[in-house]
């Protein structure tokens, strides 16, 4: 699948997209509550391993959108993806000391019991080969504070590409969804758009082409 080199794509839901316009934030999570206990239990043992007081992280996806992402890392008529341009974050992230990130690596069982004790520092980007269609980019936050539920990054609001709604919301939902994110103070011009992965007009005037509702396209 082509990678989308240039940004990455956070699912999340629409009262986090809000938090994150509004505080000019990128929140992170505590991974105990992940749905994948591999995951998991990696995080625990990194944790553990390096004496941490509190560790976090934040997912995204380097792919190009699809239904799986919608379905499995939003909850349906409450998700929105927000599109981050990679290399300013880069950038910052680069500065901060307790941060590391990048793409996750996707392991076989056989690969995973040759890991060794040199690969401490890449254990919270392991995952089971199982996840490979989720092209998934992960954040990192260490921390020698007692562990919390979040804990937040500055995000300028210019590292923000575009923030896709999904395509389950009602389109007059959306629309008001859109001006409300749109009223956020440094937002006015900022590009919101509701998915069309279950109803795009293009797909359908190709069906009525083929059924005889429309004559084909015409090619120069």
């Known amino acids: ?28 999570v505590d991974p105990a509550a992940w749905d994948d206990r591999n995951d998991r239990y990696f995080m625990d043992l990194y944790k553990e391993a390096r004496g941490l007081g509190g560790l976090y992280a934040a997912c995204a996806a380097t792919g190009p959108e699809t239904y799986h992402h919608w379905r499995v890392f939003t909850t ?49 980007f ?6 490979k269609p989720e092209e998934e980019y992960r954040i990192v936050v260490e921390t020698t504070q007692p562990q919390e539920a979040i804990v937040s990054l500055e995000m300028p609001l210019a590292w923000i590409g575009r923030i896709l709604l ?19 103070d440094g937002c006015e011009e900022l590009i919101v758009e509701r998915s069309h992965m279950i109803e795009n007009a293009r797909w359908k005037r190709a069906g009525e082409v083929v059924v005889g509702l429309r004559p084909p396209k015409r090619t120069r």
Do not use: H
């Open 1 to 28: 699948m082509i990678q989308l080199r240039n940004v990455i794509r956070r699912y999340t839901s629409i009262p986090a997209v809000i938090d994150m316009l509004r505080n000019r934030q990128l929140t992170l």
């Open 76 to 124: 349906a008529a409450d998700g929105a993806c927000v599109e981050i341009f990679r290399e300013p974050l880069e950038d910052a992230l680069k500065r901060i000391p307790e941060v590391s990130f990048g793409e996750v690596d996707y392991l076989r069982l056989e690969e995973v019991e040759r890991l060794t004790g040199a690969d401490l520092e890449d254990l919270p």
């Open 126 to 131: 392991f995952k089971r080969f199982a996840f």
């Open 166 to 184: 999904n395509p389950w919301l009602p389109e007059r939902v959306a629309q008001s969804v859109k001006a409300t994110l749109q009223e956020i």
